[in-house]
């Protein structure tokens, strides 16, 4: 198994990475402020299985397939770009003063959840960013590889969850305040919609 220095190490970086603006947390961000805390910390838990199964497919070899397949990449991230964009077309189209009520009552924490696992396992360059960066961590003459990028990526999970879980706190927090107001509402969900689309457009225009 990795030294303890270099577990320490690779946490260290972990949190830096989770706290960089990218797709997934601005995906919790939004998602806690329209519809509270509780749907945040859904949606985080619901990346983060998504970041098991990333894990599992860098383990077992999976993601080479993704980096050297440009047919697996492209379907994959079209999917993923769908996807977004109906998520904003929901933002869109949303009552603009019952944002946060309604949207509350029709989505479950069920539902939640499997919208952050979507919203991960449909992103290819997860599953590439994880074979670039965990194996720079990883000592083939300190025992299985396939242990060692599972637990590295345990670790990773657990930053993830430590930071995106405190921004759903704080944003769920400030957009219950914020929903108080239809017209902040409004601004708020048209917002969103506008943060799916461009999410949608950088994937899909990603290259490997």
């Avoid at 919208?115 to 599953?127: A, E």
Wanted: net charge positive.
């Amino acid at each position: 198994m990795p030294t303890l220095e270099t577990l320490l190490t690779f946490f260290a970086a972990s949190v830096l990475l989770a706290l960089a603006p990218g797709p997934d947390n601005i995906f919790v961000l939004t998602q806690s402020t329209l519809r509270g805390k509780t749907a945040g910390l859904s949606v985080t838990l619901g990346l983060c299985t998504g970041l098991i199964v990333h894990t599992t497919a860098v383990a077992l070899g999976l993601a080479t397939i993704f980096a050297a397949s440009a047919l697996a990449f492209t379907v994959l991230k079209l999917c993923g770009a769908t996807y977004l964009l109906w998520l904003a077309w929901q933002a869109f189209r949303a009552a603009s003063t019952e944002i946060a009520a309604a949207a509350g009552d029709q989505l479950t924490v069920w539902q939640l959840y499997r919208r952050g696992i979507l919203m991960n396992i449909t992103n290819p360059k997860v599953s590439i960013f994880f074979l670039a960066f965990l194996p720079q961590f990883a000592d083939p003459a300190r025992g299985s590889l396939t242990l060692q990028m599972l637990l590295l990526g345990g670790i990773f999970i657990l930053a993830t969850i430590l930071i995106f879980g405190g921004i759903a706190l704080v944003s769920g927090t400030l957009g219950g305040w914020l929903s108080r107001s239809p017209g902040v509402q409004r601004v708020m969900n048209r917002l969103t919609g506008c943060v799916f689309a461009a999410l949608a457009l950088k994937l899909a225009f990603s290259e490997r």
